[in-house]
């Protein structure tokens, strides 16, 4: 599996809701884009009936950012089938319907849509066997992220049951990299085009350098603000991180999706960057002297552990800003980390060494997460 990169992964969701646009949908055609040459080698009616369930289960819902909400699950499908040589149908099942707890819950429906849903969801079932049928269901049920759960100890439930079965893991990273990537649908910016290893390299040693200039205006109208695109990369580092501390054993398919995710997270850490300097951290000075400060703290091996405390800007952050059970507390210090653009810039930065650790170290982890927490690491 090459690494996904935007383009690839916008022309995959173009031709997918292209598919889903028809009336009546050809959803032979949609099986056909989500696993390509893979086709003979899965259950193609299981499957069709798979989507045809989900496609009524979610009723032309949305996501945040506008897509149809079925779309992420069939592109999760869909780049597990690029990441594995031969797609297994039960573990392209598991993706597709790997948001079922969480999204089709009772309240959302009357009682005849939901005994409809019910029973397509009963005779999907019945028509898998029963060793599938049991690991289907168990694999749903650990993808599952409760109410109140913090990330990590759901990460560590995840991880615990991927000892017997150990597709989780790999859907679970197709699923971040599917949620990362999406990011780009409500930025698609100038900044695409902006190289950003050379606007750092010039802010740091040239000093005729003038700054990022974009063409067009600053557009602050987002769903997703540059606050909560971090918190989605904290996320990665977390799930990376977790699966380094526990020592996992990755197979080919989910090495290759671990280090697709990485990438996706520097590239989406960059635009943020670049957004900062473009429009709210202008002066080449100000950004060389936030950029240096970021090398030295990484330096000093501030960003190889957690911090709780510290005199930098950066100690406590994963644990004060980003590490909230309390979905209404997360939001407050999202909103407060959204007002100080120079400590967004500096995470930012912190992001991009720390997934390029991830992909250039294969026994780089955070020290002081786990699977228990986000807590200060001690040395041994």
């Known amino acids: ?51 045809q369930y989900i496609d009524a289960a979610y009723r032309g819902q949305k996501r945040r950012l506008g897509p149809l909400a079925i779309l992420h699950l069939i592109r999760t499908a869909a780049i597990l089938a690029m990441a ?45 066997n029963a060793q599938d049928r049991k690991k289907l269901n168990e694999a749903i049920k650990f993808l599952t992220r409760e109410k109140g759960v913090t990330y990590h100890h759901y990460l560590g439930r995840l991880i615990k049951q991927s000892s017997q079965i150990p597709v989780l893991i790999r859907v679970k990273l197709a699923d971040r990299l599917d949620n990362t990537l999406d990011l780009r649908i409500d930025l698609h910016s100038n900044t695409d085009t902006v190289d950003c290893n050379k606007v750092i390299f010039e802010a740091l040693f040239v000093q005729s350098y003038k700054g990022l200039r974009l063409e067009g205006p600053h557009s602050s109208v987002r769903k997703i603000n540059g606050a909560m695109r971090l918190y989605q990369l904290y996320k990665n580092a977390v799930f990376l991180s977790v699966l380094r501390d526990e020592k996992v054993v990755l197979d080919k398919p989910s090495r290759e999706l671990f280090s697709s995710l990485a990438s996706a997270s520097i590239s989406e850490a960059q635009t943020i960057m670049l957004h900062i300097f ?50 209404k507390r997360r939001n407050e210090c999202l909103a407060e980390l959204y007002k100080d653009k120079k400590l967004m810039g500096q995470t930012a930065v912190a992001f991009i060494v720390l997934f390029a650790n991830f992909i250039n170290n294969p026994k780089f982890t955070i020290k002081g997460i786990t699977a228990e927490g986000i807590s200060p690491h001690v040395a041994k």
Not at 11 to 38: C, D, H, R, T
Not at 280 to 296: N, T
Not at 309 to 318: A, I, K, M, Q, R
Request: charged fraction near 20%; aromatic fraction near 8%; include cysteine.
């Open 278 to 327: 473009a429009y709210h951290i202008k002066k080449p000075s100000v950004q060389r002297s936030l950029l240096k400060d970021v090398i030295a703290y990484s330096e000093s091996g501030g960003l190889q552990q957690i911090n709780l405390t510290g005199p930098h800007s950066l100690d406590g952050l994963f644990k004060n800003r980003f590490e909230h059970s309390n979905t």
């Open 1 to 51: 599996m090459k690494t996904l990169n935007t383009q690839d992964f916008l022309a995959l969701s173009s031709f997918l809701n292209y598919q889903l646009s028809g009336e009546p949908i050809n959803w032979q055609g949609v099986l056909s884009l989500m696993v390509k040459e893979k086709l003979k080698l899965v259950s193609s009616d299981v499957l069709l009936e798979a989507l």
């Open 84 to 128: 594995v040589q031969k797609p297994s149908t039960l573990c392209l099942l598991i993706a597709l319907l790997h948001d079922n707890n969480e999204d089709i819950i009772k309240k959302r429906y009357n009682t005849e849509e939901w005994n409809k849903i019910n029973d397509r969801y009963l005779h999907l079932n019945e028509n898998i």
